[in-house]
């Protein structure tokens, strides 16, 4: 398995889950282990680790966790 470069993650890029939905757009890393999404429709941050990277293509960052777990797991900031 390729482990992922996560410092290669850029702010902006779109956050896609596995299921093709986009979920988000990278706010900043946080950390080497978290990934802060910029605000959603709710008005706030979310969190997602970076474990569920499963690939990254250029502005888009592919996670392996479709976008219901996605939206069940993540850490509201």
């Known amino acids: ?3 992922i470069n996560v410092e290669s993650i ?3 890029a779109d956050v896609i889950a596995s ?3 986009k979920v988000g757009e990278v706010y900043q890393l946080v950390g080497a282990d978290q990934i802060k999404l910029t ?3 709710d008005g706030h941050h979310h969190l997602i680790p970076t474990s569920w990277v ?3 293509k ?3 960052v592919i996670l392996t966790k479709d976008s ?3 939206k069940d797991t993540w850490l509201e900031v």
């Open 19 to 21: 299921c093709g939905t």
């Open 1 to 3: 398995m390729t482990s």
């Open 10 to 12: 850029k702010n902006h």
């Open 54 to 56: 499963g690939e990254i």
């Open 58 to 60: 250029g502005e888009k």
């Open 68 to 70: 219901q777990e996605v």
């Open 39 to 41: 605000k959603h429709g």
